[in-house]
């Protein structure tokens, strides 16, 4: 069974629970871990000024290995292509937490899109900043939490227990990123306060998943992204101005407006629905019911099985639909927190491609809300 040896993740290791360490620490371990540097990004960051995107650059990451190039699905890939992750070829280990099987852990992305190049604290750079064709200048680290040691174990078919492991400790990383980074990272609390009660936080945080080559997803091994930067991605921008305009969260009107016929499963603490929105065949949304929490670390156990369930449910029946329409396995999951969010989960399966009239702003979508949810509803309920 291919995996990174228990071993060799020892040798790797240099912090083995996140919580005991200062932003700082993190700021010296990037810094200090060999090869990063060389591929830097170029420390630029613009706006798109007809929506407000926020774009960072970094011509260096195309050199990053892939193992996801080819026609056959990225599991099947697996068992015959040489892993990095499984030979130990990565960076060193900031966390680490044993499972039934394995071990989960979080390290240094060695091809970053933000890096911190000295000790500067830079201005919050947000969607609501104007235009113009001026260069702000991007900070902060890139990281990877790697779902298991075992190359083949991921969201769609470990044990529910272990993948609440996963999701905890990825929350202890989003809490320690968030509220001991105020020496280092602009103050974001005004940003991630509303109606509710919120602690300061220092700089913001984005998590996501890419599964197979088609949507980015450069490893076949098993990971999630993550980033601590001073730039606000445009989607948390949109829940925040969401916020402003509807006085109320995203969550909360999803949760309220969304038709019978679009909702797919209630899994108590979350419910997972298809939104009435949705711009590519079979896109999911799983939406925390507490719309009062902001991030991952405020979630108590009961909130995060659901939210587990809820991931794992959705990841598997992606694995077995879009082979059967004739499509690779591969999708986006995008974790929704902080401003105006409330707790959300976004899937997006790679079921269309990117258009002309997409890149014009007008997305063509080849199904209805309504055919998807009854396709989707088959495969979570089979």
Request: hydrophobic share 35%; with cysteine; glycine share 8%.
């Amino acid at each position: 069974m291919q995996q990174l040896s228990k071993e060799r993740l020892e040798e790797l290791t240099q912090c083995s629970d996140i919580s005991g360490a200062a932003y700082e620490d993190l700021i010296g371990w990037v810094r200090a871990e060999p090869g990063i540097d060389k591929f830097a990004p170029d420390a630029i960051c613009r706006m798109d000024p007809r929506n407000q995107r926020m774009v960072v650059y970094n011509a260096a990451r195309s050199k990053r290995p892939h193992d996801n190039k080819g026609d056959a699905p990225p599991v099947q890939m697996a068992s015959t292509k040489p892993c990095p992750i499984c030979e130990g070829n990565t960076t060193r280990a900031i966390d680490v937490a044993p499972l039934k099987n394995g071990y989960t852990f979080i390290n240094k992305n060695l091809f970053p899109c933000f890096y911190r190049t000295d000790d500067a604290v830079g201005a919050a750079i947000t969607p609501s900043d104007g235009y113009g064709i001026g260069e702000a200048a991007p900070i902060g680290n890139h990281y990877l939490q790697w779902t298991s040691t075992v190359h083949n174990d991921d969201w769609f078919n470990m044990d529910v227990d272990d993948l609440c492991v996963v999701l905890t400790r990825l929350g202890v990383f989003e809490k320690q990123l968030l509220t001991t980074s105020a020496a280092a990272m602009p103050d974001t609390s005004r940003w991630h306060g509303h109606v509710r009660e919120t602690p300061g936080t220092s700089g913001f945080v984005s998590i996501m998943k890419n599964y197979g080559a088609p949507v980015g997803g450069s490893l076949v091994h098993g990971h999630q992204q993550i980033t601590h930067s001073n730039v606000m991605s445009r989607a948390m921008y949109d829940n925040w101005r969401f916020l402003q305009h509807q006085g109320m969260t995203f969550s909360a009107h999803m949760l309220e407006d969304t038709p019978d016929e679009l909702r797919l499963a209630d899994l108590g603490e979350t419910e997972l629905l298809v939104p009435y929105f949705m711009r590519r065949p079979l896109g999911a949304m799983l939406f925390l019911k507490n719309d009062a929490r902001q991030f991952l670390h405020q979630l108590n156990d009961a909130e995060i099985h659901s939210l587990v369930n809820g991931i794992s449910k959705t990841v598997r029946a992606y694995h077995r639909v879009l082979p059967a329409i004739g499509r690779d396995v591969a999708y986006n999951v995008l974790f929704h927190t902080g401003p105006g969010a409330g707790l959300y989960i976004e899937f997006i399966p790679f079921t269309q491609e990117t258009g002309g009239m997409e890149q014009l702003g007008l997305w063509v979508c080849q199904d209805t809300p309504e055919g998807s949810a009854s396709v989707l509803r088959s495969y979570l309920n089979d």
